[in-house]
């Protein structure tokens, strides 16, 4: 059974309420706030018959302090859910079973910053990516955090964790899935390499990289050219100018 968890912020409400109003439990939202924005969400809990109170500040900050929300962006607006499922191996497979056009996946190897990992499904979900996969550990997950960062895509883009990401990169490109690894060494850019076809990228943490297993299973490693001074560029930066690129060049093929 899914674990609850609290959401936070005006973009993952409506997110939220659009996307799995019966996963939401309560709309807390704090009093006084009384602009068009949150009576879109009043009026979308009223629509879906999702419950919601107006809550004093005291009684807000109470719901933060006890949930470890103090860092949390929340706009004056909470929202208790079911957490969105963190799909295992056998569901990736039924996944791609099912697809109806070329696979366009992201993997991150190591990537344990969740405000990484929401900026990574924000993108994915921009760029018609079908899937995010990391690894189960040394990884970071979908935090509340993570699930606020990516404004939506939390509920959009599936999500994977599993349990040996060297024995999945094996099973995709026993699928026929060409597996590319992004690195600053790289002879070829992603600009001068054709991906057409079905695409793994694989993107490692800003400044280790992919681990070297993940980097050795890799089909090819491509690089984007940098033309200024910096030597790279935060892990969700680089994996939309990739993922729109791959979409670029699907749209010409």
């Avoid at 939401?24 to 018959?49: P, T």
């Avoid at 419950?51 to 208790?80: M, P, T, Y």
């Avoid at 002879?187 to 070297?212: C, D, F, H, N």
Wanted: charged share 25%; proline share 3%.
């Amino acid at each position: 059974m899914s674990q609850s968890m609290w959401v936070f912020g005006l973009h993952a409400a409506h997110s939220a309420l659009e996307q799995n109003p019966d996963r939401i439990k309560e709309v807390v939202l704090l009093k006084g706030r009384q602009d068009a924005r949150v009576g879109k969400i009043l009026d979308a809990c009223k629509e879906q018959g999702v419950k919601f109170r107006l809550a004093s500040k005291e009684d807000f900050d109470r719901i933060i302090q006890k949930n470890e929300l103090r860092e949390a962006r929340h706009q004056g607006v909470l929202v208790q859910t079911l957490a969105a499922p963190v799909l295992k191996e056998n569901d990736l497979e039924a996944m791609l079973d099912n697809l109806e056009e070329d696979a366009l996946l992201l993997i991150l190897d190591g990537v344990t910053d969740p405000h990484n990992i929401g900026a990574c499904l924000r993108t994915c979900d921009a760029a018609g990516a079908h899937g995010l996969i990391v690894p189960k550990d040394k990884s970071a997950t979908l935090t509340p955090t993570a699930v606020n960062i990516a404004s939506g895509a939390a509920d959009t883009v599936p999500f994977f964790a599993v349990t040996n990401l060297a024995r999945t990169i094996e099973q995709l490109k026993a699928r026929g899935i060409w597996v590319y690894g992004t690195a600053g060494e790289a002879t070829g850019s992603i600009y001068q390499t054709k991906l057409t076809g079905p695409v793994a990228l694989v993107m490692g943490a800003e400044g280790k990289g992919m681990r070297r297993l993940t980097r050795d299973l890799c089909d090819g490693l491509v690089n984007l050219p940098m033309a200024g001074t910096v030597s790279s560029l935060n892990v969700s930066v680089a994996a939309g100018v990739s993922l729109f690129e791959i979409g670029r060049q699907r749209r010409l093929a």
